[in-house]
């Protein structure tokens, strides 16, 4: 039996392959840009949900589902470099960002190279033209869907009475339907009905929302070496994060603490959460996320992959970096 | 017998109503972003190449192809948005650009869900699947190689030695793809053969490339108004232009021109160039990349629109704004 952290390895050496040899040795700057995120690592964990599901439809070797898998990766790296600009960030995977080490056009543009492999690499894989037609309007509208979730998560920082419901949204587009299109596009070219691909792409949704949720909870809580955040980053700047809504809810104002924070002030932030039933709260709609996660996979078939791609949404949520 | 302009005027009316019908009340900042360029107008040429090259390869009712032609007007604004921000550009189409009624991160997004858009509208065309899937990669690579193409004009603004070959290549990727991707996907919806396809594809490439050295022209002796630009900008700007590169190889250098320039010493400069036989040598290539157009249409049946098509080159080369 497979554990998932080795599966994940695996998986992500196959991808890490691919991408080298497609990106490894690309001419001119605005492609060595376009390569640049890409070749600095990842977990490839939307890869592993492409071929993960797309397994769990039809048993049998996913290799003609790569150039899928690597698609839905070249799009969460689009979104990164365009939001790297917007968000004004520095670093990004222990690398300076895209548009630190060259300039803001060439940044715009190697997010743009990439949005265009993503479709081009979706019709590359091995599978009937009707899957590819299918696969390839669901990527388009998830990318409407990121711009608009990356839009909403912009006009939060102005406004500090965001609800909860606004709050999962926001996730919900800006994280979880890129997980929902990864498990969905592997089912569709893997050849899933109808009602399987549905599953699987709310599977794919609720995952993404609790792995972002877990997000918030780990630039609380995290080492901040193994996270490479700053910890409490999120309060510091005033953002609208899951555990700020579900404290204004409970009386705790967090606006006090947009500002400088000793590591004793978070402790001592943390301490009062903690009382205030705010982390719990938070890790239970995590919980909850998961469960509806895991609960979608229950029309597939038993399988090794089946019980895989359920514990990713666990690992999604018990990771602490 | 419809003339062009006629043609022209009714395509533009049918493709406006649509666009008006997708994206004339939407809401939400993004997506009124989004919609902002495409409401202000434009001649619809792209869509008016696709809907004549498929009714150039199969005669008919071509309802069915206005998303495909909408996807291709809407890769085109999606550039535009995106290559206002990287150039500075303020005004566009007599508007204010994206970035300046916005900012910068919502363009950037607008840009990014235009080109979504641009995909999901391909796939909602009435074609099989087979043809969508060619339609789909060839706007993928399409869009790369505009990308390339505005790297390149970017990276030509730091250079006084950009060769006609060069030239040639950046404007290709820049404005002749998107014509070729028109035609070729036009006529791959409309069950045109590999063979058709392909010379759709030269059509349009050459069509563009004639298109722009037209515009450089333009750029030259305009009439302001009409044109909405500034005279001679490119010449004072130092920009590479087919007109530079011949200018410099007769050798005449522009540039002591790289300044301010009064009406009369732009009459001066175009007296000159036009001494110099730079002129009638850019000419010359526009009419040369017309006829290279025209002929690769001589593998299509005769039809009216074939002749359409045909007579849109020597607009594009004749025109005056």
């Known amino acids: 039996m497979t554990t998932l952290e080795d599966y ?36 490839r964990l939307r890869p592993a949900v492409v071929i993960l599901a797309a397994d769990a439809v039809r048993r049998g070797s996913s290799d003609d589902l790569i150039p899928a898998a690597l698609a839905l990766e070249l799009t969460h790296n689009f979104t990164l470099i365009h939001d790297d600009i917007m968000d004004g960030d520095v670093v990004r995977r222990g690398v300076p960002t895209v548009h630190v080490v060259w300039d803001e056009p ?50 939060f920082e102005k406004r500090s009475d965001v609800s909860e419901l606004e709050y999962l949204e926001m996730v919900s587009k800006k994280t979880g339907v890129l997980y929902g299109a990864s498990a969905a596009i592997g089912g569709i070219l893997a050849g899933a009905t109808p009602v399987q691909a549905d599953a699987l792409y709310q599977f794919g949704v609720n995952s993404g929302v609790a792995f972002q949720i877990q997000d918030d909870l780990i630039d609380l809580f995290a080492n901040t070496e193994k996270s490479g955040k700053d910890r409490a980053s999120d309060i510091r700047e005033g953002k609208q994060t899951l555990i700020a809504i579900k404290a204004r809810e409970k009386g705790l104002d967090l606006a006090p603490y947009r500002r400088d924070l000793t590591g004793a002030e978070i402790d001592d ?9 705010v982390i719990d ?9 998961a469960t509806v996660a895991k609960e979608a996979l229950s029309i597939l078939p038993q399988s090794e992959e089946k019980r895989l791609l ?11 970096f």
Chains 1, 2 share one sequence.
């Open 8 to 43: 994940l390895e695996k998986n992500a050496d196959r991808i890490d392959k691919v991408i080298h040899r497609y990106f490894g040795d690309v001419h001119g700057d605005l492609f060595r840009a376009s390569a640049h995120l890409l070749l600095a690592g990842g977990k």
């Open 106 to 155: 060439t940044a715009i543009l190697a997010g743009d190279v990439l949005y265009a492999k993503a479709f081009e690499f979706i019709c590359l894989s091995d599978a009937g033209d009707a899957a590819k037609v299918r696969a390839t309007k669901m990527l388009a509208r998830t990318c409407t869907e990121i711009c608009d979730g990356q839009s909403m998560d912009m006009a």
């Open 269 to 277: 932030l943390i301490a009062r959460l903690e009382d205030a039933g």
């Open 281 to 289: 709260a938070v890790r239970a709609t995590a919980v909850e996320r």
């Open 310 to 320: 359920a514990e990713i949404v666990d690992y999604f949520i018990n990771r602490s």
